[in-house]
C-alpha cells in the first residue's frame, strides 16, 4: 500500500499534501454497490430519493463491484449469504469501506439467536460505521455515509484483513476440480 | 489508524462542511457551467490559432517543429477532452436529478461544480484490478483502444475555418474507419475479462455497433453526395445558404438515431443495460480502466452531436458582425457558434437518455436492418436526384 | 396506412413523453437538506430509547420488570434490589442492548409509569458499537437532552424551558396511536 497505506501519516509537505487531496477525493466520491439484502435495503434505496437525496454529496449507486467504494450491508446475514458477501466485498477494488445497516447487519437484531443468522457482518468483513435502528431513517444512513466521509478524509488508510470464514457458515458453492469457485 | 475518541454524549455527528445552498441556485449553476464552457473555449483557441502562431513566430514551422506542434495540439486536445468528460458528467448528473425532482451533486464545489473532479481524482488513486481470469494484454488494452477511437475523430473536426488539425480531402472516409474502431474496444474488453455478463455486453455492442454504422456511412454518404466533397470544412462551407437538414431531413433524423446507437446511449444501450447485465462490457473494470471507458463514452457524447452539426446545421457559421473572416476574432467567434450548437445537441441527447426507456434486443435489430437501413439507402437515392436537378 | 400511422403514434408518443419530462425541470424539488437541516419527525416516531426521571431528579422507574419481560428482543437487562428504607426497589443495573433492539415500542407499552420512552434521536451511527451499549447514565442523558417524548399511557410530554415536564397541548397529541391503544389495553384488563 505503500504511500497511501503507511501506518503514520507522512509529514512531508509534498507527499502530506498529495495524502489529504486524495484523502479528500476519495471522501467526496463514494460510490455504494447496489446490494440490497433484507427489508433496510428499503430505506437504503430511499436515501436516494428526492427528499433526501444522498447524490448531492456525490454518491451514486455502481452495480458491479470492481467499480464501488462502500458496500452498504442492509439487512439479515444469514450464514448461506456470508460467503456470497465476503465474495463480493473481495470483489471490490481497494480501498474499499463496509457499512453495516441495522441491527441485523450490526449483531443479529432480533432473530441474532436464530440458527441460520450471522451474529454481526463484523465477523465476516471489517466494518466502518454502524447504524442502529431496525430499520434505521434514511437520514441515518446519510449520516453513516457522511461519518464514513469524516473518517476517511481524517484518517490515512491501512489494509484491514477480514476475518476467517467459520466452517460452519455453510457454502453451497464448493470449490470444483480445478481449485475456482463456480460462477455464481 | 488512530484511534477514534468517542464524545461525550455518544453522538457522532458529521462535520457541516461543503457549499450549503439549501435550495437550488439556477444562475450559480449555469455560471459553474459557463465556465467550463469557456475554458473549453480557450483551449480551443490555444490549440487551434495560438500554437500554430507561436510556432511560427519562433520559426519552428517545417520539419520537426511541425511534429512537436502537432504533438502539442494533441496534448491541449487531451486536456479538451478531460474538460468535456468532467463538463459532461457533471450536466448528466444534475440535468438527470432535476428530472428526477431532486438535485444532483450540489454540495462540494459551487453548486457541486467540482464533483466529478473529486471523482477523477479517486478513480486515478484506486486500485486497477486484473481478474485472473482475464487475458490480461488485452484486457488493459481495450480501454485504451477504445478511448483512442474516439479520440482520433478530433483530427478531423473543424471547430472554425480552417481550425482543423488534418484537413483532408477523405474526412469522410476517416470518420467512417476510425468510428468503427471503437467497436474493437468495446469487444476486446468484453470479451478478455473472462466475466459471462462482459461477454454478452460485449457481443451485443458488437453487434449493435456493426449494425448502425451501415446506416451511419450511409448518411455520410448521402451528405457527401449532397455537399460534393468528402472534406469536412467543404461541407461546412455548401451549408452557407441552406442548412442541410431542411434538404436532408431524413438522413438528418436517421443519423440522430445511428449516433444514439453508436453512442450506447439511452434507448439504445444493450451493452451495459444495468438491470441485465450488471454494468456490461465493462463489469470487471476498475479505476483508471474503467475511467477511460467513461471518458471515451463521453467524449463520444460530444463528438457525435459536433458532426450533426457539422453535417446538418451549418458547423461553425452564424453572424460574424463585420469581422473579417479569417482573423483570429472571426475564428474565435466561430469556433463558440459551434461550441453552442454542438451544447444544444449534447443537451437533447441527455433530454432523450432522460426520457426513454430500453428497447428489447431484437427489436434493436430489426430496426436497424429492416427500417433505417432501407430508409438511409432512399434517402442516398434521392439526394442524388435531389442534386442532379437543383445544382 | 397503418405502418404510417403506427410511425405517427410512436413520434407523438415520444414527443409527448419528453415535454412531460422537460416540464418536471422547473418543478420545485421536496429535498430537505438533512445535515444542514434536522428533519422535524412526528413526535410518537420510534427512534430511539430513554429513560425519564421526574422534576426533582429522582427515579420515575419503579424497577416492576414489565419491560424486560416484555421485550421481544430480550435486550434489557435489570437487576434491582429491595429498599432497605421504605417500600419498592432500587436498580443496580439498567440496560439496553441499542445495537440489537428492534424499535418497537413494546416495553414502552408495558410501562405502568411511562419511565422508559420513545424519543426522536436518529442521529445513532457510530463507530464503535460500543457507545450503543446503553447503560442507565446514557438513557437518562438522552432523556434530559430530549425536548419531547411519547409513551402510550402519558402520551407526548414536553420538556420545559425552566425544566418542568408536562403534557403536551391537544394539538400535538397524536390522535391516532392513542385510539387504537385504547381497546388493547381494555381487552387486557
Ligand atoms: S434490522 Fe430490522 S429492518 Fe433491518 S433487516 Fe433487520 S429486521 Fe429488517
Ligand atoms: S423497543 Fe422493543 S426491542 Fe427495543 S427494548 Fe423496547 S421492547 Fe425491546
Ligand atoms: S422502565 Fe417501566 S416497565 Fe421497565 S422496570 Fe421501569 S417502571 Fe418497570
Redesign the pocket.
Known sequence: MGLLGSDERPRDVILGTLDDLINMARSRSMWPLTFGIACCAIEMMATWDPKIDADRFGMFFRNTPRQADVMIVSGTVNKKLAKRLRRLYDQMAEPKWVISMGACANQGGPFRQGYSVVEGVDKIVPVDVYIPGCPPRPEALLQALLLLRDKIADRELRYKKPREIPADYDVMAEPGKDGRLPVL | MRPIPIPEDRHFRPRLIGYDPQKSRPWLERTVYAAYVFVFWLIVIATYAGVPALFGALGWDGGWGFVLMRVLQVVLLFLLSAVIALLLILVLRKYLGKVQERFGPMHYGPAGGIQTVFDALKLLAKEDFVPAAADALTFRLAPAVTFVASFAMFAVIPFASGWVLADTNVGLIYLIAVSTLSAYGVLLGGVSSGNKWALIGALRAGAQMVSYEIPLALVFLTVAVWSGTLRLGGIVDAQLGLWNFLPLALPFVLYVIASLAELKHIPFDFPEAESELIAGYNVEYSGMSFAFFFLAEFVELFLLPALIVVFFFGGWHGPLFGIEPGSLAAGALESLYFTLKTAVWVWIFLWIRATLPRYRDDQLMEFAWKAMIPLALFGLVLAAYMRLIWR | MSLLQEVWQAVKAIGTGMATVHKRVYEEAPTEFYPYVKPELPPVSVQS?ALVENEDGSERCIVCLQ?ER????Q??TIERHRNPEGKGFLIDRFD?DLVN????????EACPVSSIVTIQDFEMSTYDLQTLKADIDFLHEQARRARQWYSPKFGVELRTDDGRIEKAPPEMQPGGLAEILKPAEEVDS
Open positions: 430509547l419491560c416484555a421485550c421481544p428482543a435486550v434489557i439496553i433492539c428492534m424499535y418497537c415500542a413494546a416495553c414502552v
